[in-house]
Nanobody, 116 residues
């Protein structure tokens, strides 16, 4: 299973970015849980948002109301719409997949930098 994240970049505080993650590898995409994590310099990796195979979503408190996670099962795609960005959102963002047998897969990260 391969995950490829894209869409990172530089944004000003208050701006928006949309991250995408394509998933390939012969899996049945719709049965898997998906998530976005992030890791800022000197900090541990943290869960940003999660979406299960029933499309139930959860978010860390600091991004609630600003970020939206979504998935397109027909296209094997995961998304993260990030609005009202803050400098504290600066991090490398990783997409993540967990299959029903608890196997975990990570994509390479995409850098998000928010300037004040």
């Amino acid at each position: 299973v391969q995950l490829q994240a894209s869409g990172g970049g530089l944004a000003q505080a208050g701006g928006s970015l949309r991250l995408s993650c394509s998933v390939s590898g012969g899996i049945v995409f719709s049965i898997n849980a998906l998530a976005w994590y992030r890791q800022a310099p000197g900090k541990t990796r943290e869960l940003v948002a999660h979406i299960n195979n029933g499309e139930r979503t959860t978010y860390r408190d600091s991004v609630k109301g600003r970020f939206t996670i979504s998935r397109d099962n027909a296209k094997n795609m995961l998304y993260l719409q990030m609005n009202s960005l803050e400098p504290e959102d600066t991090a490398v963002y990783y997409c993540y997949l967990e299959d029903p047998w608890k196997e975990q897969y990570w994509g390479k990260g995409t850098q998000v930098t928010v300037s004040s």
